[in-house]
């Protein structure tokens, strides 16, 4: 690969020649020349700027001096250096590097510039692809802006930017972008694996944070994982705080992750940040109590998830009749309205614009008052107890993880309520005796099966598993995959 910089200031771009890419340009995967646009000036002066045409402060670059350099610049094209021959100085025009120039190769032209796009990793990953990258370096107000245009049009033009910030010139981002193209060429890192665990590699997120000896330092100690020498736990505990890391600073990165990027054992650590995996990939999900605002969007939601876990057999006329007595409008801002009865907890996904799920709880009214179906109260003794109604989420969202953070933050709320005074002793909830996925994850949810109840719906009878959770003081056990 060949790299040009032009800029009037030559020496600002000889730390290129130190560390990896001196010795990539020494040993011939790279040949850097730096140039200076002075040196296309045609007056005494060498002057290469002038007042901006309309008026404001400050100088802009000239495009006729800019025109004649990137014309010899990018005439010189890339060429194939032989080992050793690699230079990171010829501050001379045109720098014409001996090797044959390769018709059809690929050609960029850089330009550093606050108002260019934001150089990502993905950038650069691009940019190591090319033949000849070129990157001219601007400075004062910048460059008149029919040098890009003009060569947008010849030659493939990127302006660029390293953040939401200006510097007094292109240089530093020039030096930037060579170390992060450079790193990128074969044989330039000699650990080709830090490439892809490192912060914006192949996985996506932040890189975890790094320790070595001495393992304690000023009372400060290496994570005792690290030490035990268990590769999957160690790789399992970086990949966690990878996740965190990306989360807490980088919340953009996390929502870019595809599904395919999200292996076992991610989800229970993004549920607990507050993240997902929704239809389009990771998205940031909220569990929070339900408003009265929430009727009109609960009662569809309602509506539409009830008859995906109905009892088997329930005919539509059926189903029509529940949802009507059950869950309306109405019904929904009854519950809402009543926050010493019942316990709404809805759940949201950011972009999706409607919500995602919820859950229903109802609890007693006194101390004693027993569950209403009088086989639960057999095998339910516990007083005071609550029970969880319903917990339905839309199925497009039925692995993302929805589902457990609503059950957490469904018994967190059930931790705070009190009946007469008194904390919760047990939440109970009936399932289809034969959904077998529905009863897994209340297992996962630290639920234990009691027995069963027979119940009537539509003229039918229906048979249900019971499930009870042990005091709500407890914290809710991690859930796994």
Same mark, same amino acid.
């Given at each position: ?138 400075? @004062? ?56 665990? +490192? ?8 890189? @975890?944070?790094? @320790? ?122 009854? @519950? ?40 639960? +109260? ?104």
């Amino acid at each position: 690969m060949r790299i040009d910089v032009v800029t009037i200031f030559p020496d600002y771009l000889a730390p290129l020649e130190l560390s990896l890419i001196g010795r990539a340009a020494a040993a011939g995967p790279l040949q850097l020349q730096i140039h200076d646009l002075r040196a296309w000036t045609k007056d005494p002066h060498r002057t290469v700027d002038d007042s901006p045409v309309g008026g404001g402060a400050g100088m802009v670059m000239k495009p006729d001096v800019w025109g004649r350099a990137l014309d010899d610049v990018l005439a010189s094209g890339p060429s194939d250096p032989s080992p050793g021959t690699g230079e990171c100085s010829g501050r001379e025009p045109g720098g014409v590097v001996d090797g044959t120039t390769h018709p059809g190769a690929r050609t960029v032209l850089a330009i550093p510039t606050p108002s260019g796009i934001p150089l990502t990793q993905r950038t650069v990953e691009d940019l190591a692809t090319a033949d000849h990258l070129v990157i001219a370096c601007g400075r @004062y107000e910048g460059i008149d802006a029919r040098v890009a245009e003009h060569y947008g049009d010849r030659v493939e033009t990127l302006e660029f930017s390293l953040g939401d910030y200006v510097l007094n010139g292109g240089e530093v981002a020039a030096l930037a972008l060579v170390e992060a193209v450079v790193r990128l060429l074969p044989g330039v890192v000699g650990n080709p694996e830090s490439l892809e665990e +490192e912060s914006h590699g192949a996985a996506g997120l932040l890189e @975890y944070p790094v @320790y070595t000896r001495p393992v304690e330092w000023r009372g400060l100690a290496v994570p005792e994982v690290l030490l035990g020498g268990h590769h999957a736990r160690i790789a399992r505990w970086r990949r966690d705080r990878a996740l965190e890391r990306t989360a807490a600073r980088r919340p953009d990165l996390l929502q870019s992750l595809g599904a395919e990027q999200v292996v076992r054992g991610d989800r229970e650590v993004l549920n607990r940040l507050g993240w997902g995996l929704g239809p389009a990939g990771v998205a940031r999900m909220r569990v929070r109590r339900g408003i009265p605002d929430d009727a009109a969007r609960l009662a569809p939601l309602a509506a539409a998830t009830f008859p995906l876990a109905a009892p088997p057999g329930l005919d539509e006329e059926a189903l029509a009749a529940f949802i009507a007595e059950n869950l309306s409008v109405e019904r929904f801002e009854d @519950y809402l309205a009543d926050g010493a009865r019942y316990v709404v907890m809805v759940g949201e996904v950011e972009g999706s614009g409607e919500l995602a799920g919820y859950t229903l709880s109802v609890l007693p009214l006194s101390v004693g008052e027993p569950p209403y179906a009088a086989d639960v +109260e057999a095998i339910v003794q516990e007083r005071p107890t609550a029970e969880l109604s319903k917990i339905y989420v839309r199925p497009e969202f039925h692995s993302s993880g929805l589902a457990r953070m609503l059950m957490a933050q469904t018994l967190a709320a059930l931790a705070e309520a009190r009946v007469e005074g008194e904390p919760l002793a047990v939440v109970w909830l009936g399932t289809n005796a034969r959904n077998r996925r529905a009863q897994k994850f209340y297992a996962r949810c630290g639920y234990e099966r009691r027995g069963g109840r027979r119940f009537w719906v539509g003229g039918r009878e229906m048979s249900d598993a019971v499930w009870a959770r042990p005091p709500l003081e407890s914290a809710p056990p991690a859930m796994a995959d």
